[in-house]
Protein backbone atom coordinates (compact mmCIF):
# COMPACT_ATOMS: atom_id res chain seq x y z
CA UNK A 1 0.00 0.00 0.00
CA UNK A 2 1.11 3.18 -0.91
CA UNK A 3 1.95 5.90 1.97
CA UNK A 4 -0.82 8.35 0.23
CA UNK A 5 -3.20 5.32 0.74
CA UNK A 6 -1.85 4.54 4.25
CA UNK A 7 -2.69 8.22 5.32
CA UNK A 8 -6.04 8.38 4.36
CA UNK A 9 -6.97 4.94 6.36
CA UNK A 10 -5.27 6.26 9.38
CA UNK A 11 -6.78 9.92 8.86
CA UNK A 12 -9.92 8.29 9.14
CA UNK A 13 -9.54 6.39 11.74
CA UNK A 14 -8.09 9.20 13.73
CA UNK A 15 -11.31 11.16 13.10
CA UNK A 16 -13.76 8.53 14.43
CA UNK A 17 -11.41 8.51 17.45
CA UNK A 18 -12.16 12.39 17.91
CA UNK A 19 -15.67 12.15 16.67
CA UNK A 20 -16.47 9.92 19.65
CA UNK A 21 -14.60 12.04 22.24
CA UNK A 22 -16.19 15.28 21.08
CA UNK A 23 -19.29 13.25 21.70
CA UNK A 24 -18.52 11.86 25.28
CA UNK A 25 -17.66 15.52 26.16
CA UNK A 26 -21.25 16.86 25.14
CA UNK A 27 -22.67 13.78 26.65
CA UNK A 28 -20.72 14.66 30.02
CA UNK A 29 -21.47 18.16 29.89
CA UNK A 30 -25.28 18.35 28.86
CA UNK A 31 -26.58 15.57 31.20
CA UNK A 32 -24.12 12.98 33.05
CA UNK A 33 -22.63 16.02 35.09
CA UNK A 34 -25.34 17.68 36.66
CA UNK A 35 -26.96 13.94 36.86
CA UNK A 36 -24.39 12.20 38.72
CA UNK A 37 -23.37 15.46 40.95
CA UNK A 38 -23.93 13.66 44.21
CA UNK A 39 -21.55 10.96 42.97
CA UNK A 40 -18.51 13.54 43.02
CA UNK A 41 -18.98 13.94 39.08
CA UNK A 42 -17.08 17.84 38.30
CA UNK A 43 -18.31 20.03 35.74
CA UNK A 44 -14.85 21.11 34.90
CA UNK A 45 -13.87 24.18 32.81
CA UNK A 46 -13.04 23.36 29.13
CA UNK A 47 -9.65 25.58 28.79
CA UNK A 48 -6.58 25.71 26.47
CA UNK A 49 -4.56 23.24 29.01
CA UNK A 50 -7.32 20.62 28.93
CA UNK A 51 -7.47 20.21 25.43
CA UNK A 52 -3.90 20.72 24.25
CA UNK A 53 -3.69 17.67 26.75
CA UNK A 54 -6.58 15.23 26.21
CA UNK A 55 -5.96 16.13 22.32
CA UNK A 56 -2.42 14.73 22.53
CA UNK A 57 -3.76 11.71 24.44
CA UNK A 58 -6.14 11.07 22.09
CA UNK A 59 -3.44 11.55 19.31
CA UNK A 60 -1.41 8.88 20.76
CA UNK A 61 -4.61 6.38 21.26
CA UNK A 62 -5.12 7.01 17.04
CA UNK A 63 -1.58 6.47 16.46
CA UNK A 64 -1.19 3.26 17.77
CA UNK A 65 -5.32 1.71 17.58
CA UNK A 66 -5.29 -1.19 15.62
CA UNK A 67 -7.80 -0.30 11.93
CA UNK A 68 -8.39 -3.53 11.11
CA UNK A 69 -9.11 -6.88 12.77
CA UNK A 70 -6.29 -9.57 11.61
CA UNK A 71 -5.70 -11.65 15.39
CA UNK A 72 -7.30 -12.17 18.26
CA UNK A 73 -5.00 -9.38 19.90
CA UNK A 74 -6.72 -6.70 18.20
CA UNK A 75 -9.72 -6.63 19.95
CA UNK A 76 -7.89 -6.26 22.98
CA UNK A 77 -5.87 -3.28 21.85
CA UNK A 78 -9.29 -2.03 20.47
CA UNK A 79 -11.68 -2.47 23.18
CA UNK A 80 -8.57 -1.21 25.89
CA UNK A 81 -7.69 1.71 23.79
CA UNK A 82 -11.96 2.64 22.79
CA UNK A 83 -13.43 2.12 26.31
CA UNK A 84 -10.68 2.97 28.96
CA UNK A 85 -7.60 5.07 27.33
CA UNK A 86 -10.40 7.39 25.34
CA UNK A 87 -12.71 8.30 27.94
CA UNK A 88 -10.38 9.16 30.70
CA UNK A 89 -8.01 11.31 27.84
CA UNK A 90 -11.84 13.36 27.55
CA UNK A 91 -12.76 13.13 31.00
CA UNK A 92 -9.58 12.49 33.49
CA UNK A 93 -10.80 15.93 35.31
CA UNK A 94 -14.21 14.35 36.29
CA UNK A 95 -13.89 14.18 40.23
CA UNK A 96 -11.48 16.91 40.48
CA UNK A 97 -8.53 19.18 39.19
CA UNK A 98 -5.97 17.57 38.08
CA UNK A 99 -2.54 19.07 36.70
CA UNK A 100 -0.48 18.22 33.91
CA UNK A 101 2.30 16.33 36.03
CA UNK A 102 -0.18 13.76 37.36
CA UNK A 103 -2.46 13.15 34.12
CA UNK A 104 0.80 12.42 32.59
CA UNK A 105 1.62 10.30 35.48
CA UNK A 106 -1.84 8.49 35.06
CA UNK A 107 -2.41 7.92 31.65
CA UNK A 108 1.08 6.91 31.34
CA UNK A 109 0.63 4.08 33.91
CA UNK A 110 -2.44 3.04 31.60
CA UNK A 111 -0.99 3.84 28.63
CA UNK A 112 1.77 1.17 29.41
CA UNK A 113 -0.73 -2.08 29.03
CA UNK A 114 -1.78 -0.74 25.54
CA UNK A 115 1.78 -0.24 24.41
CA UNK A 116 2.92 -3.84 25.24
CA UNK A 117 -0.45 -5.32 23.84
CA UNK A 118 0.05 -3.19 20.34
CA UNK A 119 3.69 -4.67 20.10
CA UNK A 120 2.14 -8.10 20.20
CA UNK A 121 -0.58 -7.36 17.37
CA UNK A 122 2.55 -6.67 15.25
CA UNK A 123 4.51 -9.51 15.67
CA UNK A 124 3.53 -12.91 14.25
CA UNK A 125 4.42 -16.37 15.99
CA UNK A 126 2.79 -19.57 14.83
CA UNK A 127 2.00 -22.95 16.96
CA UNK A 128 0.72 -25.94 15.97
CA UNK A 129 -1.66 -27.37 17.92
CA UNK A 130 -3.00 -30.82 17.36
CA UNK A 131 -6.98 -31.40 17.49
CA UNK A 132 -8.22 -33.10 20.20
CA UNK A 133 -11.83 -32.42 20.33
CA UNK A 134 -14.55 -32.28 17.53
CA UNK A 135 -16.70 -29.30 17.00
CA UNK A 136 -19.54 -30.92 17.48
CA UNK A 137 -18.61 -32.37 20.75
CA UNK A 138 -17.48 -28.91 21.88
CA UNK A 139 -20.56 -27.33 21.76
CA UNK A 140 -22.39 -30.29 22.85
CA UNK A 141 -20.17 -30.48 26.25
CA UNK A 142 -20.60 -26.62 26.11
CA UNK A 143 -24.75 -26.61 25.92
CA UNK A 144 -24.69 -29.20 28.77
CA UNK A 145 -22.32 -27.22 31.03
CA UNK A 146 -25.34 -24.42 30.80
CA UNK A 147 -28.17 -27.13 30.78
CA UNK A 148 -27.10 -28.26 34.48
CA UNK A 149 -25.99 -24.89 35.35
CA UNK A 150 -29.17 -23.41 34.73
CA UNK A 151 -31.86 -25.86 36.30
CA UNK A 152 -29.40 -26.38 39.50
CA UNK A 153 -29.83 -22.15 39.71
CA UNK A 154 -33.89 -22.85 38.64
CA UNK A 155 -33.84 -25.13 42.05
CA UNK A 156 -32.79 -22.42 44.59
CA UNK A 157 -34.50 -19.35 43.04
CA UNK A 158 -34.55 -15.53 45.09
CA UNK A 159 -38.15 -14.78 46.30
CA UNK A 160 -37.97 -11.48 44.02
CA UNK A 161 -37.37 -13.83 41.08
CA UNK A 162 -39.43 -12.42 37.80
CA UNK A 163 -39.09 -10.35 35.04
CA UNK A 164 -40.13 -6.80 36.56
CA UNK A 165 -37.24 -4.50 35.30
CA UNK A 166 -38.54 -2.47 38.19
CA UNK A 167 -37.20 -4.86 40.67
CA UNK A 168 -33.99 -6.27 39.07
CA UNK A 169 -31.60 -4.68 41.38
CA UNK A 170 -33.16 -6.34 44.48
CA UNK A 171 -33.29 -9.65 42.32
CA UNK A 172 -29.38 -8.70 41.87
CA UNK A 173 -28.65 -8.62 45.72
CA UNK A 174 -31.10 -11.45 46.75
CA UNK A 175 -28.63 -13.71 44.46
CA UNK A 176 -25.35 -12.23 45.94
CA UNK A 177 -26.63 -14.24 49.52
CA UNK A 178 -28.23 -17.11 47.50
CA UNK A 179 -25.31 -17.82 45.29
CA UNK A 180 -22.24 -16.17 46.94
CA UNK A 181 -19.18 -15.61 46.11
CA UNK A 182 -16.77 -18.35 46.01
CA UNK A 183 -19.10 -20.88 45.77
CA UNK A 184 -19.12 -23.43 42.40
CA UNK A 185 -22.68 -22.29 41.88
CA UNK A 186 -21.42 -18.40 41.51
CA UNK A 187 -19.08 -19.50 39.50
CA UNK A 188 -21.23 -21.94 37.21
CA UNK A 189 -23.75 -18.74 37.16
CA UNK A 190 -20.61 -16.22 35.78
CA UNK A 191 -19.25 -18.65 33.44
CA UNK A 192 -22.92 -19.42 31.54
CA UNK A 193 -23.55 -15.67 31.17
CA UNK A 194 -20.33 -13.98 30.62
CA UNK A 195 -18.70 -16.70 28.54
CA UNK A 196 -20.47 -19.83 27.63
CA UNK A 197 -24.18 -18.17 26.35
CA UNK A 198 -22.32 -15.48 24.26
CA UNK A 199 -20.10 -18.14 22.28
CA UNK A 200 -23.32 -20.24 21.50
CA UNK A 201 -24.72 -16.95 20.17
CA UNK A 202 -21.32 -16.33 18.22
CA UNK A 203 -21.63 -19.98 16.94
CA UNK A 204 -25.15 -20.31 16.21
CA UNK A 205 -25.03 -16.95 13.81
CA UNK A 206 -21.66 -18.16 12.53
CA UNK A 207 -23.00 -21.57 11.40
CA UNK A 208 -26.83 -20.46 11.55
CA UNK A 209 -27.79 -22.31 14.18
CA UNK A 210 -31.14 -21.08 14.68
CA UNK A 211 -32.21 -23.24 17.45
CA UNK A 212 -28.88 -22.61 19.07
CA UNK A 213 -29.27 -19.07 19.12
CA UNK A 214 -32.60 -19.57 20.79
CA UNK A 215 -30.98 -21.39 23.47
CA UNK A 216 -28.95 -18.35 24.11
CA UNK A 217 -31.07 -15.99 24.61
CA UNK A 218 -33.41 -18.56 26.67
CA UNK A 219 -30.47 -18.40 29.01
CA UNK A 220 -30.06 -14.92 29.64
CA UNK A 221 -33.91 -15.11 30.29
CA UNK A 222 -33.28 -17.71 32.65
CA UNK A 223 -30.65 -15.30 34.87
CA UNK A 224 -32.79 -12.21 33.75
CA UNK A 225 -35.49 -13.87 35.97
CA UNK A 226 -33.53 -15.14 38.71
CA UNK A 227 -30.83 -12.53 39.14
CA UNK A 228 -32.32 -9.40 37.20
CA UNK A 229 -28.85 -9.74 34.51
CA UNK A 230 -29.04 -6.95 31.63
CA UNK A 231 -25.70 -7.21 30.23
CA UNK A 232 -25.80 -10.70 29.22
CA UNK A 233 -28.14 -9.70 26.36
CA UNK A 234 -25.63 -6.99 25.14
CA UNK A 235 -22.97 -9.47 25.40
CA UNK A 236 -25.24 -12.08 23.17
CA UNK A 237 -25.85 -9.15 20.44
CA UNK A 238 -22.31 -8.12 20.01
CA UNK A 239 -21.30 -11.78 19.84
CA UNK A 240 -23.48 -12.16 17.14
CA UNK A 241 -22.43 -9.17 15.11
CA UNK A 242 -19.32 -10.85 15.06
CA UNK A 243 -20.24 -14.27 14.27
CA UNK A 244 -22.60 -12.85 11.20
CA UNK A 245 -19.23 -10.63 10.56
CA UNK A 246 -17.47 -13.73 10.06
CA UNK A 247 -19.97 -15.91 8.07
CA UNK A 248 -20.38 -13.22 5.23
CA UNK A 249 -16.27 -12.12 5.56
CA UNK A 250 -16.30 -8.64 6.48
CA UNK A 251 -14.47 -10.08 10.23
CA UNK A 252 -11.73 -7.46 9.57
CA UNK A 253 -13.78 -4.49 9.25
CA UNK A 254 -15.65 -5.33 12.98
CA UNK A 255 -13.50 -1.94 14.56
CA UNK A 256 -14.66 0.56 11.93
CA UNK A 257 -18.52 -0.88 12.47
CA UNK A 258 -17.62 -0.32 16.05
CA UNK A 259 -16.84 3.28 15.65
CA UNK A 260 -20.06 3.92 13.24
CA UNK A 261 -22.53 2.38 16.02
CA UNK A 262 -21.33 3.93 18.80
CA UNK A 263 -21.18 7.26 16.39
CA UNK A 264 -25.09 6.39 15.56
CA UNK A 265 -25.51 5.85 19.62
CA UNK A 266 -24.29 9.16 20.51
CA UNK A 267 -26.65 10.75 17.77
CA UNK A 268 -29.59 9.17 18.84
CA UNK A 269 -28.32 10.44 22.73
CA UNK A 270 -28.64 13.90 21.16
CA UNK A 271 -31.84 14.04 19.25
CA UNK A 272 -33.21 12.26 22.51
CA UNK A 273 -31.91 14.98 24.82
CA UNK A 274 -33.11 18.10 23.01
CA UNK A 275 -36.56 16.36 22.30
CA UNK A 276 -36.97 15.05 26.25
CA UNK A 277 -34.47 17.00 28.26
CA UNK A 278 -33.24 13.48 29.47
CA UNK A 279 -31.65 10.67 27.70
CA UNK A 280 -32.53 7.04 28.53
CA UNK A 281 -29.38 6.51 26.38
CA UNK A 282 -27.36 8.09 28.18
CA UNK A 283 -27.95 7.36 31.65
CA UNK A 284 -27.76 3.46 30.67
CA UNK A 285 -25.07 3.44 28.22
CA UNK A 286 -23.29 6.12 27.66
CA UNK A 287 -22.81 6.78 31.42
CA UNK A 288 -21.90 3.26 32.12
CA UNK A 289 -19.34 2.58 29.03
CA UNK A 290 -18.07 5.92 29.08
CA UNK A 291 -18.10 8.06 32.46
CA UNK A 292 -18.04 5.60 34.89
CA UNK A 293 -14.39 3.96 33.82
CA UNK A 294 -12.54 7.55 34.23
CA UNK A 295 -14.28 8.29 37.64
CA UNK A 296 -13.03 5.00 38.75
CA UNK A 297 -9.38 5.36 37.55
CA UNK A 298 -9.26 8.45 38.99
CA UNK A 299 -11.03 7.21 42.59
CA UNK A 300 -8.47 4.40 42.49
CA UNK A 301 -5.36 6.77 41.90
CA UNK A 302 -6.67 9.16 44.49
CA UNK A 303 -6.97 5.79 47.07
CA UNK A 304 -3.53 4.85 45.74
CA UNK A 305 -2.11 8.55 45.97
CA UNK A 306 -3.82 9.39 49.72
CA UNK A 307 -1.64 8.56 52.67
CA UNK A 308 -4.37 8.91 54.80
CA UNK A 309 -5.82 5.52 53.68
CA UNK A 310 -3.04 3.75 54.91
CA UNK A 311 -3.97 0.98 52.72
CA UNK A 312 -1.40 1.07 49.92
CA UNK A 313 2.18 0.49 49.35
CA UNK A 314 3.87 0.49 46.03
CA UNK A 315 5.02 -3.01 46.03
CA UNK A 316 3.10 -4.28 48.22
CA UNK A 317 -0.41 -2.98 47.43
CA UNK A 318 -2.90 -3.38 50.03
CA UNK A 319 -2.76 -5.74 52.59
CA UNK A 320 -6.25 -7.16 53.25
CA UNK A 321 -8.18 -10.03 53.02
CA UNK A 322 -11.45 -7.86 51.36
CA UNK A 323 -11.31 -7.60 47.54
CA UNK A 324 -9.85 -3.94 46.49
CA UNK A 325 -13.08 -3.18 44.69
CA UNK A 326 -14.83 -3.09 47.88
CA UNK A 327 -11.85 -1.25 49.96
CA UNK A 328 -11.88 1.58 47.18
CA UNK A 329 -15.80 1.41 47.42
CA UNK A 330 -17.16 1.15 50.57
CA UNK A 331 -13.75 2.41 52.28
CA UNK A 332 -12.68 5.39 49.79
CA UNK A 333 -15.49 6.45 48.48
CA UNK A 334 -17.63 5.62 51.56
CA UNK A 335 -20.59 3.71 49.73
CA UNK A 336 -22.13 0.70 51.54
CA UNK A 337 -22.20 -2.03 49.18
CA UNK A 338 -20.54 -0.44 46.14
CA UNK A 339 -18.47 -2.91 44.24
CA UNK A 340 -16.12 -0.58 42.66
CA UNK A 341 -14.38 -2.94 39.97
CA UNK A 342 -12.20 -0.99 37.10
CA UNK A 343 -10.26 -2.34 34.27
CA UNK A 344 -7.68 -5.11 35.59
CA UNK A 345 -3.91 -3.43 35.15
CA UNK A 346 -5.59 -0.65 37.48
CA UNK A 347 -7.08 -3.31 39.96
CA UNK A 348 -4.35 -5.25 39.82
CA UNK A 349 -1.53 -1.79 40.60
CA UNK A 350 -3.95 -0.78 43.80
CA UNK A 351 -4.49 -4.67 45.07
CA UNK A 352 -0.94 -6.10 44.54
CA UNK A 353 1.21 -2.98 44.01
CA UNK A 354 3.73 -2.60 40.88
CA UNK A 355 4.76 -6.41 41.19
CA UNK A 356 0.77 -7.08 40.46
CA UNK A 357 0.27 -4.82 38.02
CA UNK A 358 3.88 -6.37 35.77
CA UNK A 359 2.45 -9.89 36.32
CA UNK A 360 -0.82 -9.35 35.23
CA UNK A 361 0.47 -7.68 31.98
CA UNK A 362 2.40 -10.50 31.43
CA UNK A 363 -0.25 -12.98 32.16
CA UNK A 364 -2.97 -11.27 29.62
CA UNK A 365 0.50 -10.78 26.95
CA UNK A 366 0.92 -14.80 27.13
CA UNK A 367 -2.71 -15.13 26.62
CA UNK A 368 -3.13 -13.38 23.74
CA UNK A 369 -0.07 -14.70 22.26
CA UNK A 370 -1.53 -18.54 23.03
CA UNK A 371 -4.28 -16.83 21.18
CA UNK A 372 -2.57 -15.65 18.28
CA UNK A 373 -0.55 -18.11 17.68
CA UNK A 374 -2.76 -20.74 17.34
CA UNK A 375 -4.88 -18.15 15.36
CA UNK A 376 -2.21 -17.62 13.01
CA UNK A 377 -2.39 -22.01 12.30
CA UNK A 378 -6.10 -22.68 12.24
CA UNK A 379 -7.63 -19.61 11.61
CA UNK A 380 -10.31 -20.41 13.46
CA UNK A 381 -12.53 -17.54 13.69
CA UNK A 382 -13.75 -19.29 17.55
CA UNK A 383 -10.44 -17.91 18.76
CA UNK A 384 -11.56 -14.28 16.79
CA UNK A 385 -14.50 -14.25 19.28
CA UNK A 386 -12.61 -15.35 22.84
CA UNK A 387 -10.10 -12.44 21.96
CA UNK A 388 -12.86 -10.31 21.82
CA UNK A 389 -14.79 -11.59 24.61
CA UNK A 390 -11.51 -11.58 27.19
CA UNK A 391 -10.59 -8.08 26.00
CA UNK A 392 -14.38 -6.72 27.21
CA UNK A 393 -14.17 -8.59 30.07
CA UNK A 394 -10.96 -7.17 31.37
CA UNK A 395 -12.17 -3.69 30.97
CA UNK A 396 -13.73 -3.93 34.49
CA UNK A 397 -12.83 -7.19 35.75
CA UNK A 398 -9.45 -8.33 37.10
CA UNK A 399 -7.54 -10.63 34.70
CA UNK A 400 -8.03 -13.74 36.65
CA UNK A 401 -11.65 -13.41 37.56
CA UNK A 402 -12.38 -12.54 33.69
CA UNK A 403 -10.23 -15.77 32.84
CA UNK A 404 -11.53 -18.40 35.41
CA UNK A 405 -14.88 -17.41 37.29
CA UNK A 406 -15.99 -16.51 33.27
CA UNK A 407 -15.69 -19.59 31.75
CA UNK A 408 -13.12 -17.75 29.08
CA UNK A 409 -10.50 -19.94 30.45
CA UNK A 410 -12.21 -23.31 29.75
CA UNK A 411 -13.37 -21.44 26.24
CA UNK A 412 -10.10 -21.21 25.41
CA UNK A 413 -8.44 -24.74 26.66
CA UNK A 414 -11.07 -26.43 24.34
CA UNK A 415 -11.19 -24.05 21.11
CA UNK A 416 -7.43 -24.09 20.76
CA UNK A 417 -7.57 -28.22 20.65
CA UNK A 418 -10.62 -27.75 18.21
CA UNK A 419 -10.04 -28.22 14.19
CA UNK A 420 -9.98 -24.97 11.95
CA UNK A 421 -13.66 -24.40 11.96
CA UNK A 422 -15.90 -23.32 8.83
CA UNK A 423 -13.47 -21.65 6.40
CA UNK A 424 -13.62 -17.77 6.02
CA UNK A 425 -13.93 -16.20 2.83
CA UNK A 426 -11.19 -14.36 1.45
CA UNK A 427 -10.05 -10.81 3.06
CA UNK A 428 -11.22 -8.23 0.93
CA UNK A 429 -8.13 -6.16 -1.13
CA UNK A 430 -8.47 -3.46 1.75
CA UNK A 431 -7.87 -6.15 4.90
CA UNK A 432 -5.28 -7.66 2.12
CA UNK A 433 -3.05 -4.12 1.94
CA UNK A 434 -3.53 -3.43 5.69
CA UNK A 435 -2.02 -6.79 6.60
CA UNK A 436 1.01 -5.55 4.63
CA UNK A 437 1.40 -2.46 6.60
CA UNK A 438 3.53 -4.41 9.12
CA UNK A 439 5.98 -7.40 8.35
CA UNK A 440 6.13 -9.14 11.37
CA UNK A 441 9.34 -11.88 11.58
CA UNK A 442 7.54 -15.28 11.56
CA UNK A 443 8.29 -17.90 13.94
CA UNK A 444 7.10 -21.16 14.11
CA UNK A 445 7.00 -23.68 17.48
CA UNK A 446 5.31 -27.34 16.57
CA UNK A 447 3.55 -29.21 19.09
Known amino acids: MNTHNKSIIHLGS ?15 VFELAEANESMGYFLFPIDLPYIVTSALAI ?20 LYGLFILLPFAVLYPIRNTVNIQQFIFIFFTIFIPFLAFRVLSVTSITLKLPVVVKEKKMIFLITMLCITGALLALLDPPMSAGFDMV ?4 RRLEGRDIYSTGTLMAYSI ?10 LAFVAVWRRRVLLFGFSLLLWL ?8 KAPLLYICIASLIGYSVRVGKSHLIIKYLYIILLIIFTLFFVEYFLFEYSFINDY ?3 RAFSVPPWLISAYFEFMASSSSGYWHPLQGVI ?38 VLTIVLVFGVYMLLDATYARKHNPALLYLGFAYAILLVEQAATTALVSSGIGMLIAIVIFSGNGYEVKKLSKTSRRMNK ?9 YI
Open 14 to 28: MTYLFLIALSILAAY
Open 59 to 78: FAIGKLMPRIIRKPSDFLTC
Open 167 to 170: SSYD
Open 190 to 199: SAIVNGFAPF
Open 222 to 229: VFYYLLGL
Open 285 to 287: FIR
Open 320 to 357: STEPISMIVGEVFLDYPGLNANTNAFVYQLAADGVVGY
Open 437 to 445: LDKPHLINF
